[in-house]
């Protein structure tokens, strides 16, 4: 993610995006409800916010009190161009609730980390 920080590119923010991490289909359907189309996800240029940020002390700017920093501040560093995505294409996987937790876990448990790096930073590091 160096190459794209938000210092070096100037801008106030910059967040993670990731492809959703689960495959659905997307139904494309004329005003009637006739789909005219059905494809997977995958197929698709969609990008969710990953929660990952990166902010320069600028971001505090576009705040205010009581809001959520993806829906008001954020349109106002879109509005202004100020607003970074820094597409993430490697291992990404949530962990919100109780079940994601157990999910990571399990993963440990049989060594799976794909998202352990090698000390010399390239690679998985063995476990």
Not at 56 to 62: C, E
Not at 85 to 97: N, P, S, V
Request: hydrophobic share 35%.
């Amino acid at each position: 993610m160096r190459s794209t920080s938000s210092k070096k590119s100037g801008k106030v923010g910059c967040f993670v995006a990731i492809r959703p991490p689960f495959n659905f289909h997307l139904a494309e359907f004329d005003q009637g409800g006739t789909v005219q189309r059905i494809r997977s996800n995958l197929e698709s240029d969609i990008w969710i916010n990953g929660g990952y940020f990166v902010f320069s002390r600028k971001i505090f700017d576009y705040m205010k009190d009581g809001e959520e920093l993806v829906l008001e501040p954020f349109n106002r560093l879109i509005k202004d161009e100020l607003l970074l995505a820094y597409k993430h294409e490697g291992f990404w996987r949530a962990m919100d609730t109780m079940q994601d937790r157990r999910v990571l876990e399990d993963m440990v448990e049989k060594g799976d980390m794909p998202w352990r790096v090698s000390p010399n930073g390239t690679g998985h590091a063995p476990t």
